[in-house]
């Protein structure tokens, strides 16, 4: 083990076969430092080549969540004093995602509780991408008028229809049904039997030990939602995707009017139109961030979460 727990804040140590990797910031919900980045990178390179090691499980400590994604509060810090440093926190955080991405052993995340932002750079792209019943998936960065972050965009632009582009433009966390429905996520494990998969991954190959624990998830609410959201998102422009509110079907008239942000996909019945205060740059002269357009915003992200989907996500043992 690499520290002694409560100390180091990224534990990497093996456990027979299994290499397992926990972020141990609890208290801060596991948020990514640059150390820790740095010390993934290395912990990943090493394991990659050393035949002893035939699976890697990735948890987080505590039980509020594996990773909210990148220690902001540091981020903010460097800004005022040194921001190369945040530019070199960035490019190694984007070579962690994709060393996770073509990793050539099972790559285990564990996606229990909060997995936003950095959080879903270190569980999306890996091999295998487990939820459990606490699990809370979002790209949050996008509320501040940032583009869905550490490869967020490749993830939701394999979502079905229109959905990538609405958790891309609203921000929204997702639970378990509809993170697997989207594409986010491979498998469902009930949380109160982790612990027996990791225990199993030590005998057994990883596709049968998952397979083994995987049961059917929590139905999701974005596939009920469906047919307004494609609807909603289809136009290209700003002022088509706010639009006159719409009442979906079977409404009769009794529709909440605009409601595409993320309160509205918690209520079936609420209207299908873009809530403009949910997301910057909707509402024509706003702005998703100085100097870009909301229409200019709305179609870099449209490029990126509907144009350009890239490979499909990995199978394989």
Known sequence: MNGAAG???????????VGRIELNRPQALNALTFPMVEL?????RDWQDDLAIQVVVVTGAGSRGLCAGGDIRWIHRQLAEDMDEVRRFWRTEYELDALIARFPKPYVAIMSGIVMGGGVGIAGHGRHRVVTDTSQVAMPEVGIGFIPDVGGSRLLARAPGELGTHLALTSQAIGPGDALGCGMADRFVP???ISDLVAALRREPAPAALDRFAAPAPPGRLARQAHWINECYAGDSVERVV???RQPPGAGGQGRGRGAGPAAADSPEAGPALAPASRPGTRPGDRARPGIPGDLALHRVRRLCRGHPGPAHRQGP
Do not use: H, Q, V
């Open 7 to 17: 100390e180091e804040p990224l534990l990497c140590w093996r456990e027979g076969p």
């Open 40 to 44: 993934f990178i290395k912990t990943l």
């Open 243 to 245: 639009g006159p509110p």
């Open 191 to 193: 949380a109160d039997r």
